[in-house]
């Protein structure tokens, strides 16, 4: 069964950073193509990064590039996300998924993990 | 930037009846539209993708057509596990866009 879980969420500060993680298994994660999806409360879904399989190619949304950076572990079957110079408009659910490798739609979904960004 | 206008916003119907949902591009994305379901406390399901084609696991009852610009998405015969909420995405180019959602209520 394919499950992802994030975890990393939390409350920060705005222009302050958090490194959120999702563990991957159940399937075999360096084959597949992965990327953060984010929902503001009440809102609906934004994608915000994808990373290739083999971590050779990024794309962002150009609200975040230069100040987030999506990676992955094949060997731990980890997928990060460094969000740097947070802005309060990113208070959100952020959720890992698998991205298909030819087309890009997204297969399986984890839960999500909170990012609160407030003073 | 691909924009997806999805309509209506929220939709009530009762078990039993069919229910359909458009999703409407900004530009032609040909067939790479996929549809998801979303329930709380639930993982956002992949229902279909290119279009019309339903996603391992989808039952029947749901379909998807369409091409280019306009896209919708059939429910026949609604079931009670069917009330949620429901995405359009496309992905034929990035930045990846999705509509803004149809919550899909028991009347």
């Known amino acids: 069964e394919v499950q992802l879980v994030e975890s990393g969420g939390g409350l920060v500060q705005p222009g302050r950073s958090l490194k959120l993680s999702c563990a991957a298994s159940?399937?075999?994660?360096?084959?597949?193509?992965m990327a953060w999806v984010r929902q503001a409360p009440k809102k609906g879904l934004e994608w915000v990064a994808t990373i290739i399989y083999d971590g050779s190619r990024t794309y962002y949304r150009d609200s975040v590039k230069g100040r987030f950076t999506i990676s992955r572990d094949n060997a731990k079957s980890t997928l990060y996300l460094q969000m740097d110079s947070l802005r309060s408009e990113e208070t959100a659910t952020y959720y890992c998924a698998t991205q298909d490798w030819a087309f890009n739609w997204f297969a399986y979904w984890g839960q999500g993990t909170l990012v609160t960004v407030s003073s | 930037d691909v924009q997806m206008t999805q309509s209506p916003s929220y939709l009530a119907a009762s078990p039993g009846e069919s229910v359909s949902i458009s999703c409407k591009a900004s530009k032609s994305i040909s067939n790479n539209l996929a549809w998801y379901q979303e329930k709380p406390g639930k993982a956002n399901k992949l229902l279909i993708h290119?279009?019309?084609t339903l996603q391992s696991g989808t039952p029947s009852r749901f379909s998807g057509s369409g091409s280019g610009t306009d896209f919708t998405l059939t429910i026949r015969s609604l079931e009670f596990e069917d009330f949620a909420v429901y995405y359009c995405q496309q992905y034929n180019e990035y930045p990846l866009t999705f509509g803004s959602g149809t919550k899909l209520e028991i009347k």
């Open positions: 159940g399937f075999t994660f360096s084959d597949y193509n």
């Open positions: 290119s279009g019309s």
